[in-house]
């Protein structure tokens, strides 16, 4: 019995604020949640399919790469795509993992899957997408860990690994697309502090970037006493 299937590294991607969203294009009577999604997953297209095979159901987007020695360009890809959703008003998350995949027409049986929508579910939380430590133990057992750290491409936080989207070219664009996506949020945002939380983790992260350019303002209300009206 074959049980030495090939190893894949697997994104699980999930599309934050899904049903807010939808109730709000069904109030409004309108498809623009829809179109915000069509625009922002044509992104998928662009890329190699020999290499990198894809698939969206729902809020949830699953992307696998073949390739072992192509991970630094699946974290750009990843990158590439979170920036595109980010441009049409959406925040993801997910978990990036690597480990045995097979597919066969309509039959997925993933070990790699199964570990990125764990991570995705558990460690994820905020807008970001998260990498397993394992992974970066597997770059650092084969020397190749300083190509890594060049590409400026992985943050770490509190032990976590995820993909860094900012560099010194996006910067401003990053910060007036979050900007724009919490002024579109901020009515809802009032008294749900779990999906608030998301926007705050965002906005730190932008400004604690080392490309951050402090002259532009901070858009969330930071923390203050008690005032009279």
């Excluded at 039959?107 to 764990?118: D, G, L, Q, V």
């Excluded at 997408?129 to 750290?149: A, C, G, R, W």
């Excluded at 932008?206 to 901070?218: C, E, H, M, N, V």
Aim: aromatic share 14%; with cysteine.
């Amino acid at each position: 019995m074959r049980t030495n299937l090939p190893y894949v590294y697997a994104a699980i991607l999930d599309v934050l604020g899904y049903r807010q969203r939808l109730e709000e294009d069904r109030n409004k009577a309108s498809l623009d949640f829809k179109d915000e999604l069509h625009r922002a997953l044509q992104s998928l297209n662009t890329f190699n399919e020999a290499t990198y095979s894809y698939q969206a159901i729902s809020d949830t987007i699953i992307l696998t790469c073949s390739d072992r020695d192509n991970f630094i360009e699946f974290l750009q890809v990843l990158k590439e795509i979170m920036i595109a959703f980010l441009k049409e008003n959406l925040f993801i998350r997910g978990g990036v993992a690597y480990s045995q995949h097979f597919k066969s027409g309509q039959i997925t049986y993933s070990h790699a899957i199964a570990k990125a929508h764990e991570i995705e579910s558990n460690m994820a939380l905020y807008p970001r997408i998260v990498v397993d430590h394992n992974i970066i133990e597997m770059f650092k057992s084969s020397n190749d860990i300083s190509d890594l750290i060049n590409s400026n491409l992985v943050c770490i936080l509190n032990s976590a690994y995820f993909i860094n989207i900012l560099d010194e070219y996006n910067w401003r664009e990053v910060y007036l697309c979050a900007r724009k996506l919490y002024e579109h949020d901020k009515e809802f945002l009032l008294k749900h502090e779990v999906e608030f939380s998301k926007h705050d983790w965002f906005e730190n992260y932008i400004f604690t970037s080392p490309y951050a350019d402090q002259s532009f303002d901070r858009y969330i209300p930071q923390i203050r006493l008690l005032e009279s009206d």
